[in-house]
């Protein structure tokens, strides 16, 4: 799969304990930049959790972000456990995005 | 693919362009959390759900422009040429820093491919593989191409590509980098083959140089060392790989026996270390030349089985210079210790010949009553074929300008002939009658610039001279001309002597000599004295001489050092007998004008003063007679 990934992807076999994310992103842009690295502290704080994060270029696939409902970049989407969330932006309001992912702080 | 579409620049808020961008946004999202971030300008791009392209933000565009800009740079400092191919492989760009270095630009490489430019290193072969990989569309990686420039310049070049597809996924040709490797390739290959790289050094050394192991064993030579056997043949220069230095040193014999044991022994002490460096000086024979080398052998340790190193400096030149240099002092004691020009000649001649390796030489002096070269002296060295030469030589004469003796006289040059076609100056048709050797030297003999005669040289290694050769030879012949000059002088006036002392003979009875108190020093011929019996005394004290009054005015005549003429002295004898003589001198003076004496002759006066006493008797008589 022609994408950017941490971990393993969201294919993979997963266990009732993984939050599954997908980040959306434009590659060199100055938000996309942030919300990876934003992302990445707040996956190291929260380490308990088994996070599984796919990263994906809409520059490359574009037709993939508007399958899956994204307009906008940065986005990130947690696709498991339910409920879905979306969080549109460079991920800099860290206390919306735990939230969103059902984190708490 | 990059399906992102920058939108035009939103321009300055509040104007018409930057609220119709704000509007075109707004329309694709609609979502409140979207339309915040926007807003926020946390948002990098947006998802065009009708055409499904990415439309960049503006700072999110910029972003990326500076770093495809950067990426381009850094992608500029790993290669040095870029290139794209069409669909059938031509050249349709290339740029980079190496555009005007590698050659291929100016050759003219735009529709031609890649296989259609110089390069060397790829045969059929290759050319039909990398075409097989362009078929297949794959990348190539690394292809390495040499091409030899117009200079004959060798240069590496490194080559990778890609394909490059349409949007429709068809074909269009080729992109991709040149580096050139040149440097890099060279020194790999002198990393893979250092010994081969050392040779070429070795080889590239002028000084003939030989490496030898423990035992003396040629290990290696260069290229200086294998020619010198062809152009100075003899002990130690014809020795190859393989041979054992040592042993031909051992072996040498001849003139090179002396040296060869002297230098084997030198060799031994640095095989064994017991001396880093060994040198010696040693003349090396060929047929038409002496040469002078300077052998070097310089000890070496490691692990391999390298002990020494022998190299040869050619010191012919400063040996030449030293043996003239030599060969000037040496005429000039000979000169000094010569008492005839005989000796001289002889002495002079030999020392030539020995000193440059001639076979004889001749001294040809000008007759001037005859107006001839005639010929003199000659010393050669001790062989029948010279000994018949030089004896054919005497009685010989040349006219001026006629041979090679007549011309040097003509023009006061040198001439010279060399052996065969070598010959310089000098035809072999004005030499032939003179010579039967192959080469000839002949110089003038001078006297302030004036020709009085002219030395002939002969032999087998008679070589072109040198600056230094003709300055000595010129010098030798300028010392030799004032002695002989000096010399003529000398016979000229012994003769002159020789003719006066007869003469002096002849018209007196004896001389002598008195020192500077008048006393008697030498007495030669019929004096009327014993000879032994007067020395030390003078005139007046001699025994028997009659006191009178001349004496007195004789003396004074001595003290004032004046000359005196027909001083008559009578001697009486014990019988009663009187003997008369008359002395006549002069007085002499040294170099410094000191009065050291008086030197004249004796004359037996005694028959004539008894005639005149007779006479005055007989007159006396006669007087008497006719008085009476």
Known sequence: ?105 | MDRAIPLTSPGPPGTDVERSFKKAILRVVKGGPARLAIEAGEIDAIIDPGSGNAILLPAAQRALIERKAGFRSLVGLAFDWYWELDERYRFISHQGASDDADGFAEEGMIGKTLWDLSIDNMSDADWRTHRQQLEWRAIFRDLEIRRVGRTGEVRYLSTSGEPIFDDRNQFKGYRGITRDITERRQAEALMRDPPRFDRAIVDALEAPIAVLDETGAVLTTNQAWRTLVTTHPGAGTGVAVGSNYLVVWDGACGDERVDGKSIAAGIRQVLAAERAVFRYECACNSPSERSWFALSVTGMSGNDPARAVVSYEDITERKRGELLLGLELTVARCLADADTATVALLSVIRAICETQGWDCGRYFCMDQSAGVLRFVESWGISSAVIEQFLAKSRGMVFRPGAGLAGRVYQSAQPLWRLDGPRGARGSSMALAPETSKSGAYVFPVTVDDKVIGVLDFCGSKVREPDDHMLHALRSIGSQLGRFLLRQQAVNTLRVNEMRFRVLTNLASDWHWEQDGNFRLTQVVGCSPFGTPDVLGLTHWDVPLVVADAGWAEHKSQLAARWSFCDFELTIAHAEGKRAHYSISGEPVYDEAGVFTGYCGIGIDITLRKRAEIELRESEARLRARLAR
């Open chain 1, 1 to 105: 799969m022609a994408c950017k990934q941490k971990g393993r992807t969201a294919s993979d076999s997963r266990t009732a304990k993984d939050m599954v994310m997908v980040l959306y992103i434009t590659e060199s842009g100055p938000n996309s930049v942030r919300a990876v690295a934003n992302l990445e502290a707040i996956c190291k704080e929260h380490s308990q959790h088994n996070f599984r994060l796919e990263i994906i270029d809409v520059l490359q696939y574009p037709l993939r972000a508007l399958a899956d409902g994204v307009v906008v970049t940065p986005s990130l989407a947690k696709l498991f456990p339910l409920p879905a969330a979306t969080v549109v932006g460079s991920l800099s309001d860290k206390s919306g995005v735990l939230r969103a992912l059902g984190i708490a702080e």
